[in-house]
Nanobody
Framework: QVQLVESGGGLVQPGGSLILTCRAS????????LAWHRQAPGKQRELVADITNSGMTTYANDVKGRFTISRDNEEAQVYLQMNRLKVEDTAVYYC????WGLGVLGGPGTQVTVSS
């Protein structure tokens, strides 16, 4: 299985931006649908965005137009560009597959806190 490790989280003010990076321990070219998920305190984990090998993307309604997911199979990395961040985007963000856990071992996630 491929191990995924997330990075790039932090504290940012509302309206700010962050780029999350997911680094894989091996090739991700065989993994069709890679995704970013998030879990806020007291809430269930939810899908934020996913991307297929052909580059097709889908987004949760509340991040459309603000977040962009991308992948680099050669570098074995997946990215999440987050713009115009809102307080309600505060969560632990996880890189995984969609559906969750298909041929990968997920990492500990990266904390994103949006606060003034």
């Amino acid at each position: 299985q491929v191990q995924l490790v997330e990075s790039g989280g932090g504290l940012v003010q509302p309206g700010g931006s962050l780029i999350l990076t997911c680094r894989a321990s091996a090739s991700i070219s065989h993994l069709n649908n890679l995704a970013w998920h998030r879990q806020a305190p007291g809430k269930q984990r939810e899908l934020v965005a996913d991307i297929t090998n052909s580059g097709m993307t889908t987004y949760a309604n509340d991040v459309k137009g603000r977040f962009t997911i991308s992948r680099d199979n050669e570098e074995a990395q997946v990215y999440l560009q987050m713009n115009r961040l809102k307080v309600e985007d505060t969560a632990v963000y996880y890189c995984n597959t969609e559906p969750w856990g298909l041929g990968v071992l997920g990492g500990p996630g990266t904390q994103v806190t949006v606060s003034s």
